[in-house]
């Protein structure tokens, strides 16, 4: 047959006849091998089926055990409301609340999304706040069930508390008890606390109206909240989880002598029960600060301000003794500092040797002591740099801008931190044209040779501080008002296309911005521009690649 099979003649009748013998017997041997295979895919089909109920009746019991079931309604109809309701248009409220036709569609889709980021998200059940200062007296204990809830959803997660209290607040005993019962578990703690202290109290006004009428009840709830224990089966108050926290002490009412003098000495006194503590921020804008009793030594993270007055000695003992960890320090200098003489001598510099981020903030009075602090420190390890005036006015800043640069020149050469800074942002400073700013600016772009990014934002800027800029910027944000933008931009694009033109073809290709500084003229213009961006994306930016 193997001839017959490479051949292209006829069979002959005895090959034809051995050849149907063949046929048939393979015929015979394949009708039972596709009855099996019949049987056998009759079987996978019972078994895919089997398959699928099983894995339903799978999720079905973990949706039982975990807690997707759980979720709670005002979560998914404020998300609800969120992904149906149409933008708000502020000329016609009523849309807000005007369901669009075709909305259930992108509900549908959104909404699955989101429901399984939320069930595999641990981290969503770690954040709890309570606002007692807003809210009544019938809303607390609700919101106290609520936060217990999510503590027990949060399974071993660090938590993220927020806690806004008041001290006319009845409620403040119970806020604190609960926040005592999951101290153990804590890592971020942001402290609110308003203090109603009124200096002239009515005299046939009833003394039981106010629960806390005490003038230092401020400190004193503080203390109470991260020191205390008010139950008595808790004999010691410890916070072993604790990284960050946040104190900002404000009064509802016009300052006073009294709630000016208030302290935080004995709130963290005890540094055993804030171990693990490594970020520390405090504000108080009616309050004077004097230098607490902290383990500042452990800190990495600080942020200091406003305060009403302060003092230039405790700002330097603190900074002292913050040179081992220190990476980040914000300085918010807005009030009063303290215009007693300030000994310039020969002092040895802070060496905050591992220092990466500074922020400062202040306004025209106090940018002298901005000024005076930036002397005495060393940041040899700085990547960024931003500075932020917080003044609106421009007829009287153009010497103030020109001496902060000049500053912050200064800063950079006395830190030996050339190499190391790459970012650089100043807000609402004073570029325009014939100001001494824009010559100081040359002088700290000379000691940036590594500078990446840079954001400047103010009233105007001048076109020549293009020709300034340091080659190595490779972003750039400008935010200036709206009647300088539409004068910039022509210069702008043809900076940036100037710019990549002479480029090396491998480097990467200059980004820059052009945006509105926000004030208080444009705050119902940058709203709209929001609501824009957020339904055709960022259109009102303009970019350049």
């Not at 003092?311 to 215009?339: A, W």
């Amino acid at each position: 047959m193997d001839e017959l099979f490479n051949s292209n003649r006829a069979p002959s009748p005895q090959e034809w006849a051995s050849t149907q013998s063949l046929l048939e017997l393979c015929d015979q041997e394949l009708t039972p091998v596709d009855s099996q295979i019949a049987d056998l895919q009759k079987q996978l089909d019972k078994l895919i089926s089997r398959r699928s109920v099983l894995q339903t009746n799978r999720r079905k019991y973990l949706d039982t055990l975990s807690a997707r079931r759980r979720l709670p309604p005002e979560i998914i109809a404020s998300f609800i409301q969120l992904a149906v309701a149409p933008p708000y248009d502020g000329d016609r409220p009523q849309q807000h609340w005007q369901a669009r036709r075709g909305s259930t569609l992108p509900f549908m889709l959104v909404s699955k999304e989101w429901y399984e980021t939320v069930c595999s998200f641990a981290h969503f059940w770690t954040q709890l706040k309570l606002d007692v200062a807003s809210a009544s007296g019938g809303e607390i204990p609700h919101l106290l069930e609520m936060a217990s809830k999510r503590v027990q959803r949060a399974s071993e997660l660090a938590l993220s508390l927020t806690i806004t209290l008041s001290t006319s607040s009845e409620w403040n005993d119970k806020v604190v008890e609960f926040a005592h019962s999951i101290s153990s578990r804590v890592g971020v703690f942001d402290i609110s606390i308003e203090t109603n202290h009124n200096p002239d109290p009515d005299p046939n006004s009833n003394p039981n109206s106010n629960p806390n009428p005490n003038a230092d009840m401020g400190p004193g709830l503080l203390a109470r909240l991260l020191r205390y224990p008010l139950s008595p089966t808790q004999r010691t108050l410890v916070w072993p989880k604790l990284r960050t926290v946040s104190v900002n002490m404000r009064s509802r009412g016009p300052p006073d002598i009294d709630l000016r003098q208030l302290e935080f000495e004995d709130v963290f006194s005890a540094p055993e029960k804030f171990p693990a503590m490594s970020s520390l921020s405090i504000a108080a804008p009616q309050c004077n600060f004097s230098a607490p009793n902290v383990p500042w030594s452990g800190l990495s993270t600080l942020s200091l301000g406003p305060f009403y007055a302060y003092r230039f000695g405790d700002y330097t003992s603190i900074l002292k003794q913050c040179t081992e960890k220190l990476r980040v320090l914000n300085l918010c200098m807005h009030g009063l500092p303290d215009r007693g003489p300030i000994l310039v001598t020969t002092v040895p510099l802070i060496h905050l040797a591992h220092l990466t981020h500074l922020h400062l903030e202040y306004t025209l009075t106090t940018e002298w002591f901005a000024g005076i602090l930036l002397s005495y420190i060393s940041l040899p390890s700085l990547q960024s740099l931003t500075c932020t005036v917080v003044d609106s006015s421009y007829h009287t800043r153009t010497e103030i801008d020109r001496l902060a640069i000049d500053r912050l020149a200064k800063l950079i050469r006395q830190s030996g931190c050339q190499e190391s800074l790459t970012y650089l942002e100043l807000t609402n400073f004073d570029l325009s044209l014939g100001t001494g700013a824009t010559v100081e600016l040359r002088s700290v772009f000379m000691e940036t040779p590594r500078l990446s990014r840079l954001k400047i934002s103010g009233y105007k800027l001048h076109p020549g501080l293009w020709s300034i800029i340091p080659e190595s910027v490779q972003d750039l944000t400008v935010q200036l008002w709206i009647p300088a933008v539409g004068d910039l931009r022509p210069s702008l694009n043809e900076f940036v296309r100037s710019r990549n033109r002479l480029a090396v073809p491998s480097s990467t290709p200059m980004k820059a911005r052009l945006d509105i500084a926000d004030d208080s003229d444009v705050a119902l213009v940058r709203e709209k521009m929001d609501a824009l961006k957020a339904q055709f994306g960022s259109l009102s930016n303009v970019v350049f690649d």
